[in-house]
């Protein structure tokens, strides 16, 4: 927030200029101050460099998955200076919390956004801290939470807080930042369940797309393969029975079924993971216990496709379970309650391209929306990695476009 500072000097608005805002917007304010371009999408100078100097600082504070107050508290006390009502929407027992934010003349009407737009400030880990490098003349921002998705958080603030500057109205537009998206969207439902009661006509969700707006996503269905044995000293394994051979069987035949799978024109072939293994005790140990997480991406956006993919996986494992317990050994499939077919979004704004992605977001987890657009800058590529980067120039671009969905969903008569 250093640019904001320096740039105090400049700005003196009156309570009338700022109306969808506070009276008093602080000196936050200076580096987005209305200008000559504000009607436009385009950002100032003074606005790139406080895009810039924002998702430093959110980079620069470790928010990982169950770790985000301080993100949280940075981000509200950010919103608060720039004049917003600030809600801080718990989430279960824990102490940390969403920030939900909205012109304050909203609150004092007492009516909530009918629009929300929304990302998430946590991160897988570990933390990596900010870094500027410059190649060929390009400077990009590394770090954990560059891409996903401090990113789109830091080119939201900036390109909402411009968009409500740039209006004679207070437009019923919502911040929304959330945590524990990376643990299952922790975070995203307790958001829907203390908006139970409203319906939102629209929300932009950020995520990397290379700066196109998704068609859709994949779907999910998570499976947990747990087998018990019976161990026994290897010299004799007649007398155990080894977990690890069905679970490896198990696999395998899960392996062979992915070609049969459902597919889609949209996203190609639903797709599955066997991503962590664990079982045994020593190598010259028959293993007792051995377990399996397996994570399915679904392609198709039908009601029942989620219990299709599941039927075909649980009848493919069928004779192996039956095999299993013939050798009093127990076998038992586990299902994920949170699973959801693949949601097909909203791609009505003109002027940006448009793509499919295949991981999962928050979406499916804030059912009470009616139009769902999926946005953000970067590339999924780095995310979650150690060389996790982007550029300047497609943090602008990403603002940029975020202003121009919204003018979209909220056209000047």
Not at 34 to 58: G, I, K, N, Q, Y
Not at 168 to 177: A, C, E, Q, Y
Not at 270 to 287: C, D, H, Y
Request: hydrophobic content about 40%.
């Amino acid at each position: 927030m250093a640019v904001i500072a320096s740039l105090l000097g400049c700005l003196l608005l009156s309570v009338a200029t700022a109306a969808p805002q506070a009276a008093s917007l602080s000196s936050s304010v200076s580096s987005v101050a209305v200008s000559p371009s504000a009607t436009d999408t385009s950002l100032t100078t003074a606005e790139r460099a406080e895009l810039f100097s924002l998702h430093e600082e959110l980079v620069n504070i470790p928010s990982i998955s169950n770790d985000e107050v301080k993100c949280a508290d940075f981000v509200s006390k950010y919103l608060e200076e720039l004049g917003y009502y600030v809600d801080k929407v718990p989430v279960g027992n824990t102490s940390t919390y969403n920030v939900f934010a909205y012109p304050q003349g909203l609150k004092d009407e007492g009516v909530l956004p009918e629009v929300l737009i929304t990302s998430h400030i946590d991160t897988v880990p570990p933390f990596y801290p900010f870094e500027r490098r410059e190649k060929n003349g390009t400077v990009y921002h590394y770090g954990r939470g560059t891409v996903d998705a401090k990113g789109p958080v830091a080119t939201m603030i900036i390109a909402s807080h411009k968009f409500f500057q740039s209006r004679s109205d207070t437009p019923r537009l919502g911040m929304l930042f959330v945590v524990g998206e990376e643990i299952g969207g922790t975070g995203m439902k307790a958001f829907a369940s203390y908006a139970k009661n409203t319906t939102f006509r629209a929300a932009i969700f950020g995520e990397p797309t290379e700066g196109k707006l998704a068609s859709g996503h994949k779907g999910s269905l998570s499976l947990t393969l747990d087998v018990k044995g019976k161990a026994a000293h290897s010299a004799y394994p007649w007398l155990g029975v080894s977990a690890i051979n069905y679970l490896a069987e198990a696999i395998v035949a899960l392996n062979s079924l992915q070609p049969a799978l459902p597919s889609s024109k949209l996203l190609g072939p639903t797709t599955l993971n066997a991503g962590l293994i664990r079982g045994g005790v020593a190598g010259n140990v028959v293993p007792e216990i051995a377990n399996a997480s397996v994570s399915i991406r679904i392609s198709r956006s039908e009601d029942d496709a989620v219990t299709v993919v599941r039927d075909m996986i649980t009848g493919m494992l069928s004779p192996i379970v039956t095999a299993a317990k013939a050798a009093n050994a127990t076998f038992n499939l586990i299902f994920a309650n949170s699973s959801y077919p693949a949601p097909i979004l909203d791609t009505d704004v003109e002027g940006l391209e448009v793509a499919p992605v295949f991981y999962g977001t928050d979406i499916p987890s804030l059912p009470q929306v009616k139009k769902r657009y999926l946005f953000g800058t970067g590339t999924i590529e780095v995310a979650h990695t150690p060389n996790e980067q982007l550029s300047q120039d497609e943090l602008v671009q990403a603002a940029e476009a975020y202003g121009l969905i919204l003018k979209s969903l909220f056209p000047e008569s």
